[in-house]
């Protein structure tokens, strides 16, 4: 019997679902798991709990950059978001579920890609420009990927999105549910691998 994908939720804005998309799909793999990328609008959320996000909480803002700044040297990864970060993510979610629906296999290379241009080179994905020539360079067409975004189609989609995220009862970036079970944060994917390799305790 296969065994049901990892849910990934996240917000491209997201420092740390951005260490997360490096290591998730390789996590899973491990244990025989597909990961199932799931953007939503993290703002969604905070309008639900109340909070405000990390960049915008005075101490908190200063401690996140200095966390980011350790996994950086930690993982290898590169990290430099735009200096105006965060930058709200609608087309960069909007076209990652155009390309859901038009090239499936290329979802996640360009997930990966879009936080990478965004955390590691600064881009801003506010402009759709930016956010079509990314997926060109995973070998997405870029003007598809424009006129995608812009549909409305693609904004329901999105809406519907974090409708669903709503309703599950997720409220972080990133956020991650392993067959009904909810981890929340970059620092409990050690705590879901575990869950994996036991069946959970």
């Not at 506010?126 to 189609?153: K, R, Y």
Request: proline residues 7%; glycine residues 8%; contains cysteine.
């Amino acid at each position: 019997m296969a065994k049901s994908p990892i849910e990934f939720w996240f917000d491209f804005s997201s420092g740390y679902a951005y260490f997360a998309a490096m290591a998730v799909d390789d996590l899973a793999a491990r244990h025989g798991r597909e990961v199932s990328w799931r953007p939503y609008m993290l703002g969604v959320a905070f309008k639900k709990t109340g909070v405000r996000g990390l960049s915008s909480t005075p101490m908190k803002s200063d401690y996140a950059r200095l966390d980011w700044a350790r996994l950086a040297r930690r993982t290898g990864l590169p990290f430099q978001p735009p200096a105006n970060h965060p930058i709200v993510q609608l087309p960069a979610s909007r076209a990652y579920y155009w390309v859901e629906e038009t090239a499936p296999e290329k979802t996640h290379d360009f997930g990966r890609a879009l936080f990478h241009a965004y955390f590691a080179e600064a881009r801003d994905l506010a402009d759709p420009a930016v956010v079509a020539a990314v997926g060109a360079e995973v070998g997405l067409p870029a003007a598809g990927i424009e006129a995608g975004l812009a549909s409305e189609p693609m904004k329901a989609k999105l809406k519907a999105a974090s409708d669903e995220a709503i309703s599950k009862n997720v409220f972080g970036s990133p956020f991650f549910l392993c067959d009904g079970e909810p981890f929340w944060g970059f620092d409990r994917m050690d705590m879901l691998e575990e869950w994996l390799e036991t069946g959970g305790w």
